[in-house]
């Protein structure tokens, strides 16, 4: 198993701030909260395919469903975030994780 690290510290907001408080499982928030990504817990394929979609360390997610799948809002171009997004009000995308995923990766700052 491996797991990735926040690699840089941009802050959004004090409840999303990088590394404050405890991580806790993704597959854990209620609709509607948002977190900032501390790590995946994940063989290096599956983290490389969550990356690949924009679910990296750092990232900021919004939940929108729970249970299976579980769906996210991956949020970019918002305050602190370093995507160069040019969009007005910011980029965002929704994934859609498999419980399975979703418990492995790891969060901190739910608000």
């Known amino acids: 198993m491996t797991r990735d690290t926040p690699t840089s510290e941009n802050n959004c907001c004090s409840a999303c701030e990088t590394g ?13 909260q948002v977190a900032r990504v501390s790590g995946v817990d994940l063989e290096p394929a599956d ?3 969550l990356r690949a ?3 990296r ?6 939940v929108r469903r729970t249970g299976e799948p579980c769906i996210v809002e991956v949020l970019t171009g918002v305050k602190g975030d370093s995507s160069g997004c040019a969009a007005e009000g910011g980029c965002w995308c929704r994934i859609g994780l498999a419980r399975a995923f979703a418990q492995h990766v790891l969060v901190t700052g739910a608000a």
């Open 57 to 62: 360390p750092n990232s900021l997610l919004r």
């Open 20 to 32: 404050s408080g405890p991580t806790t499982p993704l597959s854990s928030l209620r609709s509607g």
């Open 53 to 55: 979609m924009g679910l």
């Open 47 to 49: 983290a490389s395919l």
